[in-house]
């Protein structure tokens, strides 16, 4: 059975740092594409990072860019989210969705909360 | 970037009615789109892929059409689980942009 389950998620001071972590399962996670997604409370959808299944190619939300950093290590099957520099703005549910190329995200993991407050 | 804009923002049906969504991007995306429904504090799930596609497990009364930048989800008799939102995304880059969200509520 395919699982993600992300960590990491809590309250954190304004420009402060934070990582989530994404643990993958019941899949060979060093094939897949992964993602990170967020959502602000009682807002829509927002994609934030893309990895590709090497590493070797990241794309990320303009929201973002300069603040956040994905990585991955296969050997752990985790998939990770560095965020630098937290704002109000970046509170929000984070998921990490398992990618099929050129195609939809069709497994989420439970999504961890991160709340940016002072 | 490749921007998506649903409509309506949210829309009000009653058990047993046919329902359609559209999602626009901002351009043509060929085929690269898909759906996904959201039940409040759940994660969302895919239901089409490669904008009429039928994902693994979902049901058939859902469907999609379209190709470019023009995009319809349809629902052919909805049921008391269908009210949830729903979102478009485009998988034409690796800049996954979502759609705004429709929140589908019951009449």
């Known amino acids: 059975e395919v699982q993600l389950v992300e960590s990491g998620g809590g309250l954190v001071q304004p420009g402060r740092s934070l990582r989530l972590s994404c643990a993958a399962s019941g899949f060979t996670f060093s094939t897949y594409e992964m993602n990170w997604v967020r959502q602000a409370p009682g807002k829509g959808l927002e994609w934030v990072s893309y990895?590709?299944?090497?590493?070797?190619?990241?794309n990320y939300a303009d929201s973002v860019k300069g603040r956040f950093t994905i990585s991955r290590d296969n050997a752990k099957n985790s998939l990770y989210l560095q965020m630098n520099s937290l704002r109000a703005e970046d509170t929000a549910v984070y998921y990490c969705?398992?990618?099929?190329?050129?195609?939809?995200?069709?497994?989420w993991g439970q999504g961890t909360l991160v709340t940016v407050s002072s | 970037d490749i921007q998506m804009t649903q409509s309506p923002s949210s829309l009000s049906a009653s058990v047993g009615d046919r329902v359609t969504i559209t999602c626009r991007a901002s351009q043509s995306i060929s085929n690269y789109l898909n759906w996904y429904q959201q039940r409040p504090g759940k994660a969302p799930k895919v239901l089409i892929y490669?904008?009429?596609s039928l994902h693994s497990g979902a049901p058939s009364r859902f469907s999609g059409s379209g190709s470019g930048t023009d995009f319809t989800l349809t629902i052919s008799s909805l049921q008391p689980e269908d009210f949830a939102t729903y979102y478009c995304?485009?998988?034409?880059?690796?800049?996954?942009?979502f759609g705004q969200g429709t929140k589908l509520e019951i009449k």
């Open positions: 490669a904008a009429s």
């Open positions: 995304q485009h998988s034409y880059s690796t800049l996954r942009t």
């Open positions: 990895i590709s299944s090497s590493g070797d190619t990241i």
């Open positions: 969705a398992r990618d099929r190329t050129v195609s939809r995200f069709d497994y």
